[in-house]
């Protein structure tokens, strides 16, 4: 059995896609194909027609091609400072470390974490823990961003933090792939969904016309497109 089989699409600079599927639909496995993570037995992952399947993830973040988590994974004994440093330095905008820290404070800022650069990833809460995380995507200056279930864990209010924080970065320039359970949230920021099921694609349009697909209904929603959008 194949986790993701012939998986198909593209998506152009500047917007936002969002992946959506039941749990074990290969959405994960998805990212980790695309991120370097798992090597594809066939087909291509392009990035600007560079063909980057079966490179270790280190080269794929180098290219362009930075990700978040579904379970956080800050560096525990660093700052919140240091963690965005490692993005910086080591990513696709490799430079000098006086370069990397204005660069690094300014990441910081922007998710929200402003005045705490000092304090590790344990004296952060669960939503300051995801914008570290953003933050240290973000440093690695990617072309393509992927967002594992960004806003799994979070209530109402954060999640509506975390949504205005997507847009934001969205409008930096930075194209998104996104993964989320909340439905709501994923089809109020994305233009275009992209359905999986048992790891193939099912569905791939406006969210509007997705989520009345039928197979989609069957499959995932479970229920009319007014339930879709308060799920």
Not at 29 to 44: C, H, Q, S, V
Not at 113 to 137: C, F, M, S, V, W
Not at 169 to 189: C, K, N
């Amino acid at each position: 059995m194949r986790a993701v089989s012939d998986v198909s699409f593209a998506v152009a600079e500047g917007e936002l896609v969002g992946v959506m599927g039941p749990n074990g639909s290969g959405k994960t496995t998805l990212f980790n194909l695309i991120a370097g993570a798992l090597r594809p037995d066939a087909g291509a992952i392009r990035l600007r027609d560079r063909n980057l399947a079966g490179r270790a993830p280190h080269r794929v973040c180098a290219e362009g091609i930075a990700r978040t988590f579904q379970l956080v994974r800050p560096f525990a004994g660093l700052s919140a400072l240091d963690n965005v440093l490692v993005g910086r330095l080591y990513g696709r905008a490799r430079g000098a470390r006086h370069a990397a820290v204005g660069e690094a404070e300014r990441l910081l800022a922007l998710v929200g974490l402003e005045g705490k650069a000092h304090l590790l990833p344990a004296h952060l809460t669960l939503i300051d823990r995801k914008r570290l995380e953003l933050a240290r995507a973000l440093a690695t200056a990617p072309r393509l961003l992927l967002l594992d279930e960004f806003m799994a864990g979070l209530n109402p209010a954060e999640t509506e933090s975390a949504m205005a924080l997507i847009r934001r970065i969205q409008g930096e320039g930075v194209t998104l792939l996104m993964v989320e359970h909340i439905v709501w949230a994923l089809m109020d920021l994305s233009r275009r969904l992209i359905v999986l099921s048992a790891g193939e694609k099912i569905a791939d349009g406006p969210p509007d016309a997705v989520a009345a697909d039928p197979l989609v209904i069957e499959v995932y929603l479970g229920g009319t497109r007014g339930s879709a959008r308060r799920a």
